[in-house]
């Protein structure tokens, strides 16, 4: 599987911004589609995940409230809409892909067996 992420920039704190996933090579039944970002000095981490199988979601609850993951069955795409940005959110932002999730989703990013290359995100205040 390949993962393309996109839709990255700048925007204002209380704006809004979407960044896509495509996905190639596979279809994505049985996976589950994941965010993760880092900052500056920062370790890598969970932002949200969706099954692809059941439709499930998962966010951390930094986002939770904020940001909304959701998928396009026929485009093979995953999206994280990012509603009210703040400051801290700052990041590269990377989608992941889990090969053996099934019907749920894990935050473990040791579990995604796939990655894209990432899309900066900086939210100005």
């Known amino acids: 599987v390949q993962l393309q992420a996109s839709g990255g920039g700048l925007v204002q704190a209380g704006g809004s911004l979407r960044l896509s996933c495509a996905a190639s090579?596979?279809?994505?039944?049985?996976?589950?589609m994941g965010w993760f970002r880092q900052a500056p000095g920062k370790e890598r981490e969970f932002v949200a995940a969706l099954s692809w199988s059941s439709g499930s979601t998962y966010y951390a609850d930094s986002v939770k409230g904020r940001f909304a993951i959701s998928r396009d069955n026929a485009k093979n795409t995953v999206y994280l809409q990012m509603n009210s940005p703040k400051p801290e959110d700052t990041a590269v932002y990377y989608c992941?892909?889990?090969?053996?999730?099934?019907?749920?989703?894990?935050?473990?990013?040791?579990?995604?067996?796939?990655w894209g290359q990432g899309t900066q995100v900086t939210v100005s205040s």
């Open positions: 090579g596979r279809t994505l039944r049985n996976y589950a």
């Open positions: 992941a892909a889990d090969k053996h999730a099934y019907y749920s989703a894990t935050y473990y990013l040791t579990e995604y067996d796939y």
